[in-house]
């Protein structure tokens, strides 16, 4: 079975622009969650999709928001670019959500 | 708020030795407590997880231990190799919920 897909894998934007992510699960998982990885505030959760809907939330701003489509691959958007959003993103796919849940390798995201 | 404390930050093991990463949790909600192992320029992967019904778990080299009063839990890797030299998270749950709430990771390095 593949395992989680990220692309891009590497980005480099400009302060203020926006950027989309997208991130296929493994076969047959429908839960997709988003986590934010940074040397100073670790893995921190972003959001859940589960079967088209967002199902759980974490504590960022507006800017971060994403989606899920009915094959149950991701897209997750941040808008208005601070240099502060520089991280790792990682996708973590799960069959229902709740326990296992596999990481992809992430899209390392540098704003200037 | 920090609800999952991770001791210690790194740690130095000869090749052949036990490594010792603790982990102390504040929400007694969490009933899910994985470990993930991360490779520099990789996603998290899954290594093993703990429910709190039962107070230990091993995994060939690898074994959690859990203490469910003291809300603290443990991964202890036997024989400890080179090719184990990596940073750990250990993580918290709601099983109903997606979120994992992350330790702020152990740098592990194994030494010949």
């Known amino acids: 079975k593949a395992g989680v897909t990220q692309t891009p894998r590497y980005l480099i934007k400009t302060r203020g622009q926006q950027v989309t992510l997208s991130c296929s699960p493994i076969?047959?998982?429908?839960?997709v969650s988003w986590y934010q990885q940074t040397p100073g505030q670790g893995l921190q959760f972003l959001f859940e999709?589960?079967?088209?809907?967002?199902?759980n939330k974490g504590n960022f701003p507006g800017r971060f928001s994403g989606r899920q489509f009915s094959n149950s691959r991701s897209e997750m958007n941040v808008s208005t670019l601070e240099l502060g959003d520089s991280a790792l993103y990682l996708c973590?796919?799960?069959?229902?959500?709740?326990?296992?849940?596999?990481f992809g390798p992430g899209t390392r995201l540098t704003v200037t | 708020q920090q609800q999952v404390k991770q001791s210690p930050q790194s740690l130095i093991v000869q090749k052949g030795g036990i490594s010792i990463i603790n982990c102390a949790y504040e929400?007694?909600?969490?009933?899910?407590f994985p470990w993930y192992q991360q490779f520099p320029g990789k996603g998290p992967a899954l290594l093993i997880a703990?429910?709190?019904?039962?107070s230990e778990k091993k995994e060939g080299r690898f074994t959690i231990s859990f203490n469910k009063s003291a809300k603290q839990f443990s991964l202890h890797i036997m024989d400890s190799q080179p090719g184990d030299s990596a940073t750990y998270f250990c993580?918290?749950?709601?099983?109903?919920?997606?979120?994992?709430?992350f330790g702020t990771g152990t740098r592990l390095q194994v030494t010949l």
């Open positions: 076969s047959g998982h429908r839960s």
């Open positions: 929400n007694t909600a969490f009933d899910y």
């Open positions: 973590a796919s799960s069959l229902t959500g709740a326990a296992e849940q596999y």
């Open positions: 999709y589960f079967s088209e809907t967002q199902r």
């Open positions: 993580a918290a749950s709601m099983e109903t919920a997606s979120k994992l709430t």
């Open positions: 703990i429910r709190p019904d039962v």
